[in-house]
């Protein structure tokens, strides 16, 4: 078997299999947006990295060092917001080629520590090498009660699949910057995605919110992870998934579905959670009072494995899959 069968998520299992039962009792590694450490007084640590690659998550041509500073602090908050938590200290490490100009390196910084500051994130350190390609690796340290992390493993059958925010926004704003239309609002929601930190703690302290996750790799391959770490099945209503005016008028214009962005693009690090269906209503109403933004209600949690998607009151079936670094997409 090749990487490339295997696949990202695979090799992730296969690099953790035989650790995860030599952790300390109360530590949790694998399985969620961040690893959980204990830490004082109840609460826990949650630690998170990322690593960004020229030519794999971004190029050069396609997104300013100021946007690409702020988007590598980003993808990290996502996960910190995903479980609930608060960022504490970051960590930056930067493989960068000899050549790079010192007016690029600044304008990196300046996105990366404007966001910094906009969410109390201290830069500590990190690590500094040479490199034929740039390559960003932020390491992100944050904390949480622990009656209010958020796990993947949460969710229970009947419960309704929400989302914060519009899907596919991003993976269409990259298909534009990729075919050189560098002028349209959608390449706003791909090199500077919105976060959802304040919602992800709000979220948090709800206990009728079950599991929660960020989207990263699209929907249809997020939802699994919350499928199988919580041993559910879920169906998913397409005519439900919630898409902007610009992205419909996009795919209106390319001849294309809009629902396609919406299921598979990713990297919309909106938060993808599960709600107790009793506590919907009251829950929701009071979502929207705070944030004067609506929890989008996409399908419900099943007993069994499977996802199942409807559209117009039939089933769909799903050919494509979200993401992942190692497998060919379809």
């Given at each position: 078997m090749t990487l490339q069968e295997?696949?990202?998520?695979?090799?992730?299992?296969?690099?953790?299999?035989?650790?995860?039962?030599?952790?300390?009792?109360?530590?949790?590694?694998i399985g969620d947006d961040c690893a959980v450490i204990p830490y004082f007084n109840d609460h826990s640590l949650l630690i998170t990295t990322d690593t960004l690659v020229?030519?794999?998550?971004?190029?050069?041509?396609?997104?300013t060092p100021l946007d690409l500073g702020y988007k590598s602090l980003a993808v990290n908050l996502s996960d910190i917001a995903a479980m609930g938590g608060e960022p504490l200290y970051a960590f930056l490490s930067l493989s960068l080629p000899p050549e790079t100009s010192l007016k690029w390196i600044d304008q990196y910084n300046q996105g990366f520590l404007q966001l910094a500051k906009e969410n109390r994130t201290?830069?500590?350190?990190?690590?500094?090498?040479?490199?034929?390609?740039?390559?960003?690796?932020?390491?992100?340290?944050?904390?949480?009660a622990n009656p209010y992390i958020k796990r993947r493993s949460q969710a229970k059958p009947g419960d309704f699949i929400c989302c914060t925010g519009f899907l596919?926004?991003?993976?269409?704003?990259?298909?534009?910057?990729?075919?050189?239309?560098?002028?349209?609002p959608l390449i706003e929601a791909h090199v500077r995605p919105r976060l959802y930190l304040k919602e992800g703690q709000w979220l948090a302290q709800q206990t009728s919110v079950h599991a929660m996750m960020d989207i990263s790799d699209g929907i249809a391959s997020d939802l699994k992870h919350i499928m199988?770490?919580?041993?559910?099945?879920?169906?998913?209503?397409?005519?439900?998934?919630?898409?902007?005016?610009?992205?419909?008028?996009?795919?209106?214009?390319?001849?294309?579905?809009?629902?396609?962005?919406?299921?598979?693009?990713?990297?919309?690090?909106?938060?993808?959670?599960?709600?107790d269906k009793e506590d919907y209503a009251r829950l929701s109403q009071a979502y929207e009072a705070h944030f004067k933004t609506p929890l989008f209600l996409l399908g419900t949690m099943t007993e069994g494995q499977k996802l199942i998607c409807f559209k117009d009151g039939k089933k769909l079936s799903l050919t494509k899959q979200g993401f992942d670094h190692f497998k060919i997409l379809i």
């Open positions: 295997l696949g990202e998520f695979g090799l992730i299992e296969r690099l953790m299999l035989s650790v995860t039962h030599l952790l300390p009792a109360g530590v949790e590694g020229e030519n794999v998550h971004f190029t050069l041509d396609t997104i201290f830069l500590l350190g990190g690590d500094t090498t040479r490199a034929k390609e740039l390559t960003i690796t932020v390491t992100l340290v944050g904390q949480i596919g926004d991003s993976g269409a704003g990259l298909h534009l910057l990729l075919h050189h239309e560098m002028n349209h199988k770490a919580s041993h559910c099945g879920a169906e998913l209503n397409i005519n439900q998934l919630p898409i902007s005016a610009d992205l419909k008028q996009m795919a209106l214009k390319m001849n294309g579905l809009a629902e396609d962005f919406a299921l598979h693009a990713g990297e919309d690090y909106c938060l993808l959670l599960t709600i």
